[in-house]
C-alpha cells in the first residue's frame, strides 16, 4: 500500500485519523498529534498482531491491508481540542449509520 498524500506532508499533522474496513465500512476513529508517525505506528501494530482493538486486528488478520484505508478524517487546527473533535467526529460519523471497532 502506498503512503496516503495526506500523510506524506513534512511538518506535524493534528488529526483526527480514520482506518476503514472496505469489506464492511466499520471504522476505527483516533486522535493523533503527528497523524504522520502514528500513521505508520498503526500499521506497524497491525501487520505484527499486535493493535489494542482487538475487532479491528481480527478484521485487518483476516481480509488484509488491501481491503482496508487510512485516512486523515479531520484536520485539526493547533488550538483545537483533540478529545472534543474526536468525540464531534464520532457523533458525526454515528449518525450517518457507521459502525464503529471497539
Same mark, same amino acid.
Given at each position: 500500500?502506498?503512503?496516503?498524500?495526506?500523510? *506524506?506532508? =513534512? !511538518?506535524?499533522?493534528?488529526?483526527?485519523?480514520?482506518?476503514?474496513?472496505?469489506?464492511?465500512?466499520?471504522?476505527?476513529?483516533?486522535?493523533?498529534?503527528?497523524?504522520?508517525?502514528?500513521?505508520?505506528?498503526?500499521?506497524?501494530?497491525?501487520? *505484527?498482531? &499486535?493493535?489494542?482493538?482487538?475487532? *479491528?486486528?481480527?478484521?485487518?488478520?483476516? *481480509?488484509?491491508? =488491501?481491503?482496508?484505508?487510512? =485516512?486523515?478524517?479531520?484536520?485539526?487546527?493547533? !488550538?483545537? !481540542?483533540?478529545?472534543?473533535?474526536?468525540?464531534?467526529? &464520532?457523533?458525526?460519523?454515528?449518525?450517518?449509520?457507521?459502525?464503529?471497532?471497539?
Amino acid at each position: 500500500m502506498a503512503i496516503p498524500k495526506e500523510f *506524506l506532508r =513534512e !511538518d506535524k499533522i493534528r488529526a483526527i485519523v480514520m482506518i476503514k474496513n472496505l469489506k464492511t465500512d466499520e471504522i476505527y476513529l483516533y486522535k493523533s498529534e503527528d497523524a504522520v508517525a502514528s500513521f505508520s505506528k498503526e500499521r506497524f501494530k497491525l501487520d *505484527l498482531g &499486535m493493535h489494542p482493538v482487538k475487532s *479491528l486486528q481480527k478484521a485487518y488478520s483476516s *481480509l488484509g491491508l =488491501e481491503l482496508f484505508i487510512f =485516512e486523515i478524517d479531520k484536520e485539526a487546527s493547533k !488550538d483545537e !481540542d483533540l478529545d472534543t473533535l474526536l468525540k464531534e467526529r &464520532m457523533s458525526f460519523w454515528k449518525e450517518k449509520g457507521s459502525r464503529f471497532y471497539s
